[in-house]
C-alpha cells in the first residue's frame, strides 16, 4: 500500500512512517526542513519519500502529493498528523501570533490536507484519510490548553463530518486516530508536575503505541482509540496497588 504522513519526521508521525516501512509498504512523508528529513532518513529502511512541507499552505501540499503519487502511483492511506502544542498561557495571555500558529497548523492544516487527499481519493476510486486527535476530542477541558483542545475538538467534528459528504463513495472514508497520552516532544511541552504524575500512570512510549495503531488501521478501522476508559481505570487502580 502507499501511505501519506504529514510530520513524519518525529514522535508519533516518525514511529508511523517507520512502521509502516517495517510491513513493506511505501510511505511518503513530510516534514519541516531538510535538516528533519535527512535526519529521519538515516534511521529508515525501505521505499521511501521525505519531502519538505508547510502543511499551513495548500500549494506546498499539493506539490507533495503530486510527488507522491508520481512516485508510488496512488495513496491509500493519508494521515494527517502534523500538530502543535500551544504555550501554557490562559487566552488572555496568548499572542494572536501564538493563536494563529496553533490554528493554522492543527486546524487549517488538516482540513487542507482532507480536503487534497479527498481530491485524490475521488479520482482513484479508493482510499482512507486519519486525522489524529488528542485532548479536546472528547470533550474534555483543561485550563492554558484551550487553543489546542479546541483544535481537536473541532477535528472530531470535522472529519465526522466529512463522512456525511462520502456517503455516496463506499470505499472512501475519514477516520481518527486517538493515540492517548504518548511520550512525545508534543506531550512533554511545558508540562507541570501535576501533568506529569497523570503521564506516568496513563503514558505509553511511542514504540509501544504506533505497531498497534498501524495494525488497525491496516485492517480498515475507522475509528482507533488506543487509551480506552477501560485502560484509563486500569492503569489508576493499578498505580493504586502498586502503592
Known amino acids: 500500500m502507499n501511505i501519506f504522513i504529514t510530520g513524519g519526521t518525529?514522535?508519533?508521525?516518525?514511529?508511523?512512517?517507520n512502521e509502516f516501512l517495517k510491513k513493506q509498504h511505501n510511505v511518503t512523508f513530510t516534514g519541516t526542513s531538510e535538516q528533519s528529513i535527512e535526519k529521519a532518513s538515516l534511521q529508515l529502511t525501505g521505499r521511501f519519500l521525505g519531502i519538505v512541507c508547510d502543511v499551513r499552505y495548500k500549494e506546498q501540499l499539493e506539490k507533495a502529493k503530486d510527488q507522491a503519487i508520481d512516485q508510488f502511483g496512488s495513496i491509500d492511506i493519508w494521515i494527517n498528523n502534523a500538530g502543535v502544542d500551544q504555550d501554557r498561557l490562559d487566552v488572555s495571555?496568548?499572542?494572536?501570533?501564538?493563536?494563529?500558529?496553533?490554528?493554522?497548523?492543527?486546524?487549517?492544516?488538516?482540513m487542507l490536507g482532507t480536503s487534497i487527499a479527498l481530491s485524490q481519493m475521488k479520482k482513484q476510486g479508493f482510499g482512507h484519510v486519519y486525522n489524529m486527535e488528542g485532548l479536546g476530542s472528547n470533550n474534555m477541558?483543561?485550563?492554558?490548553?484551550?487553543?489546542?483542545?479546541?483544535?481537536?475538538?473541532?477535528?472530531?467534528?470535522f472529519s465526522k463530518g466529512c463522512n456525511k459528504e462520502l456517503k455516496s463513495y463506499k470505499d472512501i472514508w475519514v477516520g481518527t486516530l486517538s493515540p492517548g497520552m504518548v511520550f512525545t516532544d508534543l506531550?512533554?511541552?511545558?508540562?507541570?508536575d501535576d501533568g506529569?504524575?497523570?503521564?506516568?500512570?496513563?503514558?505509553s512510549e511511542v514504540e509501544e503505541v504506533t505497531p498497534w495503531l498501524v495494525k488497525k488501521m491496516l485492517k480498515n478501522k475507522k475509528r482507533i482509540m488506543w487509551l480506552t476508559n477501560i485502560k484509563v481505570i486500569g492503569r489508576f487502580m493499578f498505580s493504586f496497588l502498586k502503592k
Open 141 to 157: 477541558t483543561m485550563p492554558k490548553t484551550l487553543i489546542y483542545g479546541s483544535s481537536k475538538h473541532l477535528l472530531t467534528y
Open 187 to 192: 506531550l512533554l511541552h511545558d508540562m507541570g
Open 10 to 17: 518525529r514522535g508519533i508521525g516518525f514511529g508511523l512512517t
Open 196 to 203: 506529569m504524575k497523570i503521564a506516568r500512570i496513563l503514558g
Open 93 to 110: 495571555e496568548l499572542s494572536e501570533e501564538e493563536i494563529k500558529r496553533v490554528i493554522d497548523i492543527n486546524v487549517v492544516g488538516m
